[in-house]
Structures are given as C-alpha cells and as structure tokens.
C-alpha cells in the first residue's frame, strides 16, 4: 500500500493492513499483519507500530525446515530523499539509525513489512538453542539419534604437529 504523505491528516493516521511481501530466500507461513500509527510534521513522517506474521526457515544445523513467528515493534523516522541530496555524508548516529526516505511523497508500507522481516530474521537460524545438528561423517540427524561415528576434534592450530608426529613414525 503507497500512502501520499500530503494526504496524512494534522492528527495522524492509523492503518492496519494484511500482506504476503515476495522475498527471495523467504518462505512466509502467514501473511504479516500490521498496525501502524503516521504522524506529519512538517515533510518529516513518523512510522509508529507493530508487525506479526510467520515465516519458515531451514535450521542452520540439522537442516530441518521449522517455522519462526516475528513480532516487533517500529519506529521510522521518514524524510524526503531530496533531503539526502543537499545534505553531506556523514556518519549516522545510534539515534539515527531508524531514519529512512520517501520518494515522490509516497511510503510504501510493503517496503516497511519487507525491511522488518529481513531485520528479524536470525543470520544462522536454529530450530532449538540445544539442537545437535547432523554427524559431520555420516550425517545423521544427533537430535534423533546417535551415529557410532568417532570424531576426533583436533585443535588447527596443533593439525601440524600432527603430521610431523606421522611422518617422524614413518621415518623413525
């Protein structure tokens, strides 16, 4: 939904909408709900609310599909992207950092339910804190069962001694 920012109203405007943003990588479960709060001062907008929905992500250690509820709460601060263009880069502060830009006097609410997805997503997604993962020789799933697999974890940095202690056995 693109919202013309000269149509928000002094008190404010409070939207609640449903949506199924496309994101590549991104399976969602259940389509995102939001409620959002915009207030106009001056050409700056203020984006206040709440998002929920579902999305369905591969564990990062066994593999498994699962899914993930994302609720979180919003503030965005919107400026006109003309503003960038007079202003000098510089480096963005902590209290700056919900600051984004709309072109031709519209925000896209789309974009606002796309960005919080992706923000709220794990960079290495788990099923569980505790979750085993996959035997890295024979591959089975260690929350199901156990493998009699003998894995020898050898510190890398001691990996080279190791082999000058084989090879000293085989001359020696």
Do not use: W
């Amino acid at each position: 939904m693109k919202i013309e920012v000269f149509d928000i109203p002094l008190e404010g405007l409070n939207i609640e909408l449903e949506d199924t943003p496309k994101i590549d990588g991104v399976t969602i479960t259940q389509p995102f709900k939001a409620i959002l709060s915009l207030d106009k001062k001056g050409l700056e907008v203020l984006v206040k609310g709440i998002i929920t929905g579902e999305v369905e992500l591969e564990c990062s250690r066994c593999l498994k599909d699962y899914k993930m509820q994302i609720k979180t709460l919003i503030e965005l601060n919107y400026h006109p992207i003309e503003e960038l263009n007079r202003e000098e880069l510089v480096e963005l502060k902590r209290d700056e950092m919900d600051v984004d830009f709309y072109r031709e006097g519209l925000i896209d609410t789309d974009d606002i339910i796309r960005d919080q997805i992706l923000l709220n997503i794990p960079m290495k997604p788990l099923c569980s804190e505790d979750c085993k993962g996959l035997c890295p020789i024979c591959g089975t799933d260690l929350n199901k069962f156990e493998c009699q697999c003998e894995v020898k974890e050898i510190d890398p940095r001691m990996a080279v001694l190791q082999s000058l202690l084989r090879r000293m056995k085989k001359y020696g």
